[in-house]
């Protein structure tokens, strides 16, 4: 027989092989999660579970690479139709994905059908004694514990000058710095002004190392959990273990000053974790300071110094947008005594600006997700998520939904103008027990920061065409080279 012959006769058969392998692979989680959940399954919502072990994670990491990340839930939406709810197996679990304000709202302030149900990743990385892994009530306490010294009008005004003075400083240092990564050296701004808020730290050899580790850290957390040498996630798990290391010396030197009565010149969130004791006495471990300290540092420097360029970029990409922003800037500083610096007050004034912030937040949306897991079974939209199952909230999809934000991509301040979203349609913070307690810290330093950046400085991007990257956050690829020039003395 020749070669050809052979060939025709296998070739259907391999190819029918792949069909029945392919058709096989498939039915493996729907054998393992599905089955067993009897009559139920009929009433899971639409969607498939994907591949073993991987589950539907190739089709979104592939999105999430190219310049259409939303394409990965479109594909859901036009074949399942906008149910706002959709079964998928993602980060290692069954879990359904939700994506419209009334779905999201009713997981985010749940907490009788719903509890935190971060990836076994998220949590070995950020620390099961952190906010993500403790139970409702240690969260409770904690939580009251920590958000209060962040949060509020007394907090915050002990806190602006040091914000003021060190944005100052950091704008004209990077203005006699020519091309520089724009994004890193905001991270590092805004790492430093929670390092001196939470630990009272300025040294800066110590806030470099720590802030490149949560660069690593942060890269880990949306990848798959491969602990295998050249992937992100081992690098991660080595960041969190030098982060570990590094805090758990501080706390140590904080509790030897402590006993030794050494007075340090202001109390800070590290000495409030040390001093806790809940209703039975019991003080606080160091491995809970820590993975307190770990997740708060990352939560409240990554995403504010995300935003913070981005609203930079976007003024700048937007010059009757900047100019209307400017202009209220100089109003403002026009009424001031002289020799005076912002006040509270001040900050409060700046309407248009607050429109500027909360449009950055809607088109960039820093926190993709966040994750939940259903404690019995849940009807939503007339399907069941089952007990145990996890549950994303699609913040991407409820902030681009053309229905609520006509024009979603466009930058446009001027949308919120008078405007009042309705609940569960903007959730740049989230929502519920676990709403982001750094939220008025959060805009308060992008205020000081843009108010500075108007007056005097403008940037100049070195690619402006750079290719955006959205895990694991959105960011141009080259972390926004440009320089920062003075437009005024
Ligand atoms: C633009 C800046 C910020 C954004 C977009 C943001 C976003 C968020 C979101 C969406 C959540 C909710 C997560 C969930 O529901 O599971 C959250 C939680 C949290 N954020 Fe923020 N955040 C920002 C700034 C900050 C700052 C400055 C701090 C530090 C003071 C901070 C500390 C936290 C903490 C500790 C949590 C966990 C709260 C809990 O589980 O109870 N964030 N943040």
């Excluded at 994907?50 to 839930?73: E, Q």
């Excluded at 100089?330 to 900050?347: D, H, N």
């Excluded at 500075?452 to 972390?479: A, I, Q, W």
Aim: hydrophobic residues 40%; contains cysteine; aromatic residues 10%.
């Amino acid at each position: 027989m020749t070669e050809t012959v052979w060939i025709m006769m296998w070739l259907p058969l391999v190819v029918m092989g792949l069909f029945v392998l392919k058709w096989l692979l498939k039915r493996v989680n729907v054998w393992i999660y599905e089955s067993k959940l009897g009559e139920k399954r009929h009433y899971l919502p639409p969607g498939d579970l994907g591949w073993p072990f991987i589950g539907n994670m190739l089709p979104f990491l592939r999105a999430f690479k190219t310049s259409d990340p939303d394409s990965f839930i479109r594909t859901y939406i036009t074949r399942y139709g906008h149910n706002g709810v959709y079964k998928v197996h993602m980060f290692g679990n069954p879990s359904v994905i939700v994506t419209t304000p009334e779905t999201c709202r009713k997981v985010l302030t749940d907490d009788d059908c719903f509890q935190p149900g971060w990836p076994k990743s998220t949590m070995e990385l950020i620390g099961k004694k952190s906010f993500i892994g403790i139970s409702f009530e240690e969260h409770k306490r904690l939580r009251r514990l920590t958000a209060a010294p962040v949060n509020g009008h007394e907090a915050l005004s002990v806190y602006i000058k040091y914000i003021e003075e060190t944005v100052v400083t950091a704008l004209e240092n990077w203005s006699k710095m020519g091309e520089i990564e724009f994004l890193t050296h905001v991270r590092k701004l805004t790492f430093r002004i929670i390092m001196y808020i939470f630990m009272s730290t300025e040294s800066e050899h110590v806030m470099d190392a720590l802030e490149r580790e949560y660069t690593n850290l942060n890269y880990g957390v949306r990848a798959m959990a491969i602990n295998i040498p050249g992937f992100a996630y081992h690098k991660a798990l080595k960041a969190r273990k030098k982060l570990v290391a590094a805090f758990q010396s501080s706390v140590t030197n904080r509790r030897n000053q402590r006993k030794q009565n050494v007075s340090t010149n202001k109390k800070d969130m590290l000495d409030n974790l040390i001093e806790a004791k809940d209703e039975n006495g019991r003080t606080l471990e160091d491995e809970e300071i820590i993975d307190v300290l770990l997740m708060y540092l990352n939560a409240g420097h990554e995403s504010s110094g995300h935003t913070i360029m981005w609203a930079t970029i976007f003024l700048q990409e937007h010059p009757e947008i900047l100019q209307k922003a400017k202009e209220e800037q100089e109003r403002i500083v026009k009424k001031r005594a002289p020799g005076q610096s912002l006040t509270l007050k001040e900050t409060r004034e700046m309407e248009y600006l607050s429109q500027v912030i909360d449009e950055t937040l809607r088109v960039i949306t820093f926190s993709l997700t966040a994750f939940r897991e259903a404690k019995s079974d849940v009807q939503m939209n007339g399907y069941i998520i089952p007990k145990g199952w996890k549950v994303l909230t699609w913040f991407r999809d409820v902030h681009l939904d053309p229905e609520i934000y006509p024009d979603p991509k466009k930058f446009d301040p001027s949308r919120w103008e008078g405007y009042t979203p309705k609940a569960g349609t903007f959730l740049p913070f989230g929502l519920g027990s676990h709403l982001c307690p750094g939220n008025d810290l959060a805009k308060l330093e992008i205020s000081i920061f843009l108010h500075h950046f108007l007056l005097k400085y403008r940037v100049e991007r070195s690619n402006p065409g750079c290719p955006v990257m959205f895990l694991p956050h959105t960011r141009p690829k080259d972390n926004c080279l440009a320089r920062i020039t003075k437009t005024a003395p």
